[in-house]
């Protein structure tokens, strides 16, 4: 295991996709129409193909090592069940965001990789909006579902069970990125004013 999986374990958060794809697809339906969970789906749909610097704005002295540098989203694929999002901090491309529609909403899961492309002991973990209730069109709560909570106690990460990720997205604005728990409050925001340049490819997706 790389050197890397000590702030994954602190933090259980950021953290593969297939080649850019924007598509409309994730931007219908309009946010004044549909349900929250479709609303947030489609805003956040709408900035498929563009990345974005960020910065952190909560986190714990120990996170400045490993989250401290440039960092950059990049809403890299699109389709109508699944929206990919790599999350870089300076050259590890360790990190994807995947939110995808499930029934009752929306559910967010974390895929680490190692440089080589293979998948870190730690990944996939996350939880399902549903569980939190509806939340609304600008922000989609996850608290980490059962077989997230078994993953984190058998890896020795028992605080990590009351792990409840967030979403954030105001339309030319912002996108937030938080992780909280009783001890543990992280967050990362990102500037949707001013796209950049789009980054290279996660690990294991080049």
């Known amino acids: 295991m790389r050197t890397f999986l000590l702030p994954i374990a602190l933090l259980i958060l950021l953290p593969g996709c297939d080649r850019p794809t924007p598509s409309s ?13 479709d609303a947030f789906f489609a805003q956040l749909g709408a900035l498929c193909g563009k990345a974005f610097a960020g910065r952190l704005v909560a986190f714990d002295e120990r996170d400045r090592e490993s989250f401290g540098g440039p960092s950059v989203m990049h809403v890299r694929t699109c389709s109508e069940q699944e929206i990919r999002i790599p999350f870089h901090v300076g050259d590890d491309r360790s990190r994807t965001w995947i939110v995808s529609r499930v029934d009752g909403g929306l559910r967010l899961k974390h895929d680490h990789r190692h440089r080589d492309g293979s998948e870190d002991d730690l990944t996939q ?34 605080a990590s069970v009351d792990n409840v990720w967030s979403l954030e997205v105001e339309p030319g604005s912002r996108f937030a990125y938080e992780l909280r728990r009783p001890d543990r409050h992280f967050r990362v925001e990102f500037d949707l004013s001013q796209p950049v340049e789009a980054p290279p490819p996660p690990w294991g997706y080049e």
Do not use: V
């Open 25 to 37: 697809a994730a931007s219908s339906p309009t946010a004044a129409s549909a349900k929250p969970a």
């Open 125 to 158: 973990y996350g939880g399902d909006s549903a569980a939190a209730g509806a939340g609304t069109a600008i922000r989609q709560s996850f608290p980490a579902d059962a077989e997230s909570k078994a993953m984190f106690l058998k890896g020795g990460l028992n």
